[in-house]
Each structure stands twice: as structure tokens, then as C-alpha cells.
């Protein structure tokens, strides 16, 4: 699974090099930051010379998602505080999706951090190899960057398929992400996940309150 | 073109947010997890999320450019693919690969 990162690495890195920067450019921002929707960002707003303030509220904005992965992700289940402080860092999307299937509720914390620790190296690996072999593919080669569209297709249709019975679930957080794409489109992400979870919260409520709640 | 001072800045600033964003709130959710309608949400959250992401992703989509077709063939390659093989590599490489083919020839005319 978390091989799908190795293609979105290559694209990554490939758009580094074409953005004119050195290849280890790549690497290092994939280590430290690690945040991959982010990052394709990132490279516009430096290339763009963008002021510190906007580079730290993009990733504010971009990022402010993960604050709800805290709710589900099992962190209690890494023991540690090294593990946790690496656990927390790479916390990525795909991080939440795969620790949070059905099968990954018996998950020891070995088999946790390690997961979480091949998401990263996948990410490095691939983004560097890109950057390297960017010099290589002609500026008229375009539309890699859908590769971060594929991964999160195969994720959401992943998710929906551990839960299948709970259909409802995505089509409400489909409503909410086109009310946001077209209410607020400049804070479609906080928006969509502010709604997604107020629908699911009104939801869970109405159906406790009702005498057929098992 | 960027200075290194200006890009580690960049990059440290980033990477502050990024880590706040995802450590923070295990402590200050820390008291919710124990509630019933938090575990409720939190079993049915992931499904939701990746939706989002990936309406995120299409969001500008421009409906009337031959970009959209693009993007949408390559959708539906993504889907299929997933759909008939499940395997995550196959589909994300299939999917890319349709779309760097017809955005590549269909932006050049």
C-alpha cells in the first residue's frame, strides 16, 4: 500500500528540479517537513520568494486537517516518548488511513512506528530519485502532480470499502466538500472538515437519541 | 531564485506548523477520547476525510478546458484500476501515467 508514495515521490521531485532549485532540495524537505500535499505548495510559495508569514499560514491552513486525526489515530497504543514524538511527526494522511483500518486495531507499536517509518522513507526515496532524474524529463512533460489526486482516490475508496456499510458517511463528506468548494473556496479544506464533522456530531445525536440505538 | 537562509527558514517554519498541527491535540483532546460520540466519529471519520482530500485535489478543475477531460479520464483509470486489481501501486501508476500522456498531447494542440 504505502508503495503508491513512491510514484507521488517521483513527481514531487521532478517538480523540485524543474522549479529550478538543487535536487537535495527535495530530500530535505521531504525529511523534515513531511507533509506531502503541502509541500507541492511550498515549492510555488518559495519559488514565488513568498514572506515567511505566508509560508507558515499555507502550512497552517493546508495542514490545520491533521488537528482531527487525533481523534481516531491510536497513539495511545505507541509507547515511548521518542515513538510518540516521531509518531505525531509523521503523521501523514496516508499514516492515518492505513492505522486506522479495521485490521490495524491489534497493531503493536513496533508495527506502527515501522509503517510510519517506510511512508517516510518511500517518500524521501522516490522524492530524490525524482529530483534527480527531473533534469532528464523535458518542461513539456506535464500533469505528475496528479499523482497526489490517485493516491487519495485509492485511499478514499480503500476507507470506504473497510466500512462499507456506513455509506451515508461519504456522501456526507462529499456534500461538505463541495459546500465549502463553492461557499468558501479560499478555506475549502478547514471548511469541509468543520462541516464533515458537524453533519457527523448532528448525525451521531440524533440517531443516540432515538429508542432503536444499539 | 531562492537563497539557502531564506529556503531553511522556509523549511523550518514548515515543518514547526506541520508537527504542532499533528502533536498538539492528543493533549488538548486527550479528556474527548473517552466519550462515546467521539468514538463514534472517530470510526467513521477516516472514510470522510480522504473524500475531502480528493475533492480537494479537483477542485479547480476547469469544467470547459480540455485539462478536465484529462483529469477525469485519468480518474476513471485510477477507479477501475483500483476497483479490479486493489493494489494501490498499480492504480496510482496507472492513473498518473494516463494523465501525463493526455495532458502532455492535449495542452500541446
Known amino acids: 500500500m504505502g508503495l503508491g508514495l513512491v510514484p507521488l515521490g517521483l513527481a514531487f521531485g521532478i517538480v523540485v528540479a524543474h522549479s529550478g532549485l538543487a535536487w537535495?532540495?527535495?530530500?530535505?524537505?521531504?525529511?523534515?517537513?513531511?507533509?506531502?500535499?503541502?509541500?507541492?505548495?511550498l515549492v510555488a510559495l518559495v519559488g514565488a520568494l513568498a514572506p515567511l508569514g505566508t509560508v507558515?499560514?499555507?502550512?497552517?491552513?493546508?495542514?490545520?486537517?491533521?488537528v482531527f486525526y487525533a481523534l481516531s489515530f491510536p497513539l495511545r497504543r505507541v509507547h515511548g516518548r521518542l515513538a510518540k514524538t516521531y509518531s505525531t511527526f509523521a503523521l501523514t494522511d496516508e499514516a492515518y488511513a492505513l492505522a486506522t483500518t479495521q485490521q490495524a486495531h491489534s497493531w503493536s507499536t513496533r508495527r506502527i512506528l515501522w509503517l510510519q517509518v517506510f511512508l517516510h522513507l518511500y517518500w524521501v526515496g522516490g522524492a530524490t530519485a525524482g529530483?534527480?532524474?527531473?533534469?532528464?524529463?523535458?518542461?513539456?512533460?506535464?500533469?505528475?502532480?496528479?499523482?497526489?489526486?490517485?493516491?487519495?482516490?485509492?485511499?478514499?475508496?480503500?476507507?470506504?470499502?473497510?466500512?462499507?456499510?456506513?455509506?451515508?458517511?461519504?456522501?456526507?463528506a462529499l456534500l461538505s466538500a463541495l459546500a465549502a468548494r463553492l461557499a468558501l473556496p479560499g478555506q475549502m479544506l478547514l471548511t469541509a472538515f468543520t462541516l464533515f464533522t458537524a453533519g457527523l456530531l448532528a448525525r451521531h445525536l440524533a440517531t443516540s437519541k432515538s429508542p432503536t440505538h444499539a | 531564485m531562492p537563497d539557502t537562509r531564506y529556503l531553511l527558514a522556509a523549511v523550518?517554519?514548515?515543518?514547526?506548523?506541520?508537527?504542532?498541527?499533528?502533536?498538539?491535540?492528543?493533549?488538548?483532546?486527550?479528556?474527548?477520547?473517552?466519550?462515546?460520540?467521539?468514538?463514534?466519529?472517530?470510526?467513521?471519520?477516516?472514510?470522510?476525510?480522504?473524500?475531502?482530500?480528493?475533492?480537494?485535489?479537483?477542485?479547480?478543475?476547469?469544467?470547459?478546458?480540455?485539462?478536465?477531460?484529462?483529469?477525469?479520464?485519468?480518474?476513471?483509470?485510477?477507479?477501475?484500476?483500483?476497483?479490479?486489481?486493489?493494489?494501490?501501486?498499480?492504480s496510482i501508476l496507472g492513473g498518473t501515467t494516463a494523465h501525463v500522456i493526455l495532458a502532455t498531447t492535449l495542452v500541446a494542440h
Open chain 1, 24 to 41: 537535495w532540495w527535495a530530500s530535505l524537505f521531504t525529511t523534515a517537513i513531511y507533509a506531502g500535499s503541502f509541500e507541492f505548495l
Open chain 1, 56 to 66: 507558515a499560514l499555507t502550512a497552517f491552513l493546508v495542514n490545520v486537517r491533521h
Open chain 1, 131 to 172: 529530483a534527480l532524474l527531473g533534469s532528464l524529463i523535458p518542461d513539456s512533460i506535464t500533469g505528475l502532480d496528479f499523482a497526489l489526486t490517485a493516491l487519495f482516490t485509492v485511499l478514499a475508496l480503500d476507507a470506504i470499502r473497510d466500512r462499507r456499510a456506513d455509506l451515508p458517511t461519504p456522501v456526507l
Open chain 2, 12 to 90: 523550518a517554519v514548515s515543518a514547526a506548523v506541520t508537527w504542532a498541527l499533528r502533536a498538539l491535540p492528543f493533549t488538548a483532546l486527550a479528556p474527548l477520547r473517552a466519550s462515546r460520540t467521539v468514538q463514534n466519529l472517530s470510526t467513521r471519520m477516516p472514510a470522510g476525510v480522504m473524500v475531502i482530500l480528493l475533492v480537494y485535489c479537483l477542485r479547480d478543475l476547469p469544467l470547459t478546458d480540455p485539462r478536465a477531460l484529462a483529469a477525469l479520464t485519468a480518474l476513471t483509470v485510477t477507479i477501475s484500476l483500483h476497483l479490479w486489481r486493489r493494489n494501490a501501486l498499480l
